[in-house]
């Protein structure tokens, strides 16, 4: 650790503390977190202030000569975070300065005497001492030379797991799916532009022969390793099916309708897979020929990961996640079920209920997607990362008995950005293949032209790394309102769109969602949720001056989703409330927090969160929408709170809505649509269902689009996420 030329530990950048002995950053006396890499990269910086510090020499410092990892992705990101600790940015700096193919400069002055590293430290001793302590140390190594010699045979070194990346592909073109051959020597994977077959040694990769248009996702191989079963959608309206694809070439053959995340059983005789919408979902099996379907798990409001096989083939294991709507959690949980009893377990309790068996994680921590079960017994499965990193997950090792209960402490086996989506193994169990994603939505804003629905290319609002989403602007059409989890957890934000840098609105430990404007202009309304990792479910409904200033509370209520308020003249603000099977809404004053069920427009329905519902900004319509998934061809419904009448429209050729959203003269909708092809769309919907495609994406998500006051501009949140493929080898 590096300390002053004093021996102080001490010392101030600007408005913050560095105590280089804690290990902590403080700003105004109050701590900031920061893990221990940003940490040690500013201890580096801090050691020669004004001069490049090399990525080598950052390297050398934060990773051994024998530590495999992304180095690049890995050290950005840890900058990125430093970053995000001090309020900086890589457009702006303040204090960091990105120096291009070179490394990073502090640009900041700093206050107190000049940082150096603190030299090893080397115990001293006498001769006297030596000639007594090297014939202990010989004796003692000579004990355990012959006690390793004796026991080599029954207890060999634990090999090195070793990482690797397999695949490097663009944010164009991310990874869709990939999983291992049985004997660890080809991964199949796809991408936009195709089903891919690379050797894992070489890295040589070979197109596999498809048919045209057979966009399908590789998710398990039979044991023969000369073909597979992969997922593909016929049609943007379909859910997709699971097909027999060989590696040798020739047409795909359908095994079932209505199938995904397929995993074959380790004698090839099953398979096992996911099948339903994404909530309310269930664990089937069928034969390897797709004959003799039959359904095992379900549950009501519960959401489901990849299966994995047990290695005899008795059990399937599989990641549960249930939803809880009135606090829009889920509880996730790794079960096992056996075929002969019909005995459905818990095997990993839910993380962020119970922490005992990963004491390094809080109550925040949930079990990911991916999951597998190796030959010898372990369950090898993803925990999301603590705040401010929540969005990142990695690999952890539990030793099982046959029934899948743990017989040992998990073991950490990756510690990289970003989330693992999906987990694969050779039938050795010595080469596990995983994915890691991330998707970071930003807010881009773009301007209607010309006559009809034209619009401007979207440009990006806001440019850092973290999840972003414009909820609201200011009267006069020039600030977006926007929610992001750039602090660790989501707070409030403003930018005037002429402006490159954000001012905070709403910050503290709690998380503030969805700010919209009041009817009045003056203030924002918005949710805020209780404290990561808290039990309590009460959400609270707040205000905050425009200008900002303190926040008040005007309302607590469990299962509050979504808030809308219209413009004046009208002085109508709804709020929506849920439970498992109701969507409910309330009107309520945004000065006093006064509220007032509608029952008129409740919606009785499993489950409530599917639905997206918007004000009209002259107060007079409400529509609300079922989201992605559900329908064939989605519909919306206009409601008149005027005199209750309703009429219904569908939004054809596609197969999911995102969101709905008044435009700012309440005639229309704008409507964020997507299709099993992988395309994206933003819509325009009249209230006679007249539908305009008014902005179409192949690489990017649309969330949703926010008009401003005036009608001229749109803020929209859009992501281009990474995918790509990683393999521990050596166990």
Known sequence: MAEDSNGESRVRLGVFEVDLKAGELRRNGSRVRLQEQPFQILTMLLERPGEVVTREELRGRLWPADTYVDFDHSLNAAVRRLRDALGDSAENPRFVETVARRGYRLLAPVAGPPVVPAPPTVPEVSSRRWRVVVPVLVLIVGLALGWVIARWGRNRPAPQITQRRLTANPQENPVLGAVISPD????????N????????????????????????TPDSWYPDGTHLVASWAETAKTPSGLWEVSIMGGAPRKLIDDGRMAAVSPDGSQIAFVRGASLGAEIWIMRDNGESPRGLVSRTNRMFGHPAWSPDGRRIAFVAGD????????????????????????????????????????????????????????????ISEPPPNQADSNLWSMPVDSRGHSIGSPVRLTATPDDVSNVSASTDGRHIVFTKFSLDPDVYVTELTGPGLQLSPPQRLT????????????????????????????????????????????????QAMTPRLTPDDSALVFIEWPKLGKSARAAQLMRVPVAGGPAQTLLTRVGIGNVECAQAPSNLCLFDSRTVEQLAFFRFDPLTGQSQELPDLTIHDQPPYIYNWSLSPDGKILATGKK???????????????????????????????????????????????????????????????????LEDSNMTIGWAIPAPDGKHLAIWKARGTSNVWMLEGF
């Open 184 to 191: 660890g020597k080809y991964l199949a994977f796809s991408d």
């Open 193 to 216: 532009t195709g089903f891919y077959l690379r050797e894992t040694e070489t890295g040589e990769t070979h197109a596999l022969q498809v048919p045209s248009g057979f966009n399908a």
């Open 323 to 382: 939803y809880l709507p009135d606090s829009f959690e889920t509880n996730t949980s790794i079960g096992a079920f056996d075929l002969a009893t019909g005995q459905e377990d818990v095997v990993v309790a839910d993380i962020s209920r119970n922490t005992a068996s990963h004491a390094e994680w809080d109550a925040t921590a949930h079990v990911g997607r991916g999951l597998v079960w190796t030959r010898d017994n372990h369950l090898v499965y993803s």
């Open 463 to 510: 440019l850092d790394d973290r999840k972003d989403y414009p909820f609201s602007w200011t009267a006069d059409s020039k600030t977006v309102i926007f929610a992001s989890d750039r602090d660790g957890v989501f707070h409030i934000f403003k930018q005037a769109i002429d402006q490159t840098v954000p001012e905070t609105l709403v910050s503290g430990d709690r």
């Open 628 to 694: 992605e998934g559900v329908s064939n061809d989605p519909t919306i419904t206009f409601i008149s709170l005027e005199n209750g009448a309703r009429r219904t429209v569908t939004a054809k050729e596609w197969a999911g809505i995102s969101s709905i959203d008044f435009a700012a003269d309440s005639r229309s909708l704008w409507a964020p649509v997507y299709s099993n092809t992988r395309k994206w769309a933003l819509l325009n919907i009249d209230l006679e269902g007249k539908t305009t495609t008014v």
